[in-house]
C-alpha cells in the first residue's frame, strides 16, 4: 500500500560471480524490498499530511501519488532487466480517519492496479478506483478502526505489516499490506498504505531461494508462510505444523520487518 519521483532501484540481491547465495542474503534482500516499499509510503504520507489544509483536492492528490508506481506494474514482469518496487505493488492509496472528510465515516482513497484473471474484476489494463457501493461482503469495514492494518498505526504510531491473508475485497489472492498513520499536529488523520501482491514478491524472490541447498520457506512473526520452496507448505499455511516442526528450521530475522527466512536443518538419525 515508489513514488514517481523516487530512482527505482534494483529489488534483488547484490550481483555475485563467484559467491553462492545465502540465506542470509535472502533475509537481507526481503528487508531491502520491504524498506523501499516503507520509503515510499513515508513520501507520500510528507506529500498526504503537507496539503491536508485542502481536503476538497484529497483524492486528486493520492491518485497523482499512487497511480503511477501501480501502472507501473502493467509491464511483464519478464521483460524487466530488474526488479523495482513498483513491481509488486497491487494496491496502494490513504484510507481517512472516520469525519476528517467532512459527514463520512468511512473514505477510502484506494486504486488497484492493473489485474490479470481476476474473480471479480476480470481484466484490467489500468489502476481503477475501490468502489465500496460496487462491492458485497464489506460489512467488515464499517468498523475499520478495528482492523489491524489501520488499528496498529494508530494505537502505536508507528508502521505496520498485516499478512500474508487472502484479499476477499480486492484481489481474492494472498497479500501483504504495509500501513503508516498520517498526523496533523497531534491528531492522526488516516492511514496511507499499500498492497504487495504475494505472487509478485514471490517472481521476486524464488530464483534467490530456489538457489539454496534445501527448502526455504519465509514466515511472519506467528509462523505463516509467504513463500515456500517446499511444496507441502503453500502461503497461508502455518510452521510449525505436525508435519515440520520449526526445531526442524534455522530461523533468521529480515532487517526491519517481521518476517524470518527459515532454513531447513537436517536432523541427526535417531540412536
Known sequence: MTPSSTTPERAGLPRRTANPVTAADCAAEVGEIFARVFGTLHDWREAIAGASADR?????????????ALLASAEPFESRATATTESILIGAGFIAAPQY?????THFAWWLGPLASNPLLGNTSGASRLDLATRVHTEYLRDFRDLEWYA?????NQTHVTGPYVD???TCDFIITLTMPVRLDERMIGVVG??????RLEQVLLPHFLALPGPVVLINQVG???????????????????RHLLGDYELLPCPGTPFLVATRVDSAPAM
Do not use: F, H, M, W
Open 168 to 170: 476477499q475485497l480486492c
Open 56 to 68: 476538497a483536492d484529497l483524492d486528486e492528490l493520492v491518485e497523482g501519488l499512487v497511480v503511477p
Open 224 to 242: 505463516r508462510v509467504v513463500i515456500s520452496t517446499e511444496p507441502t507448505l503453500p502461503a497461508g499455511d502455518i510452521l510449525p505444523n505436525r
Open 101 to 105: 472528510v467532512t459527514g463520512r465515516d
Open 194 to 199: 499499500a498492497d504487495v501482491y504475494v505472487k
Open 152 to 156: 496498529v498505526p494508530e494505537a502505536t
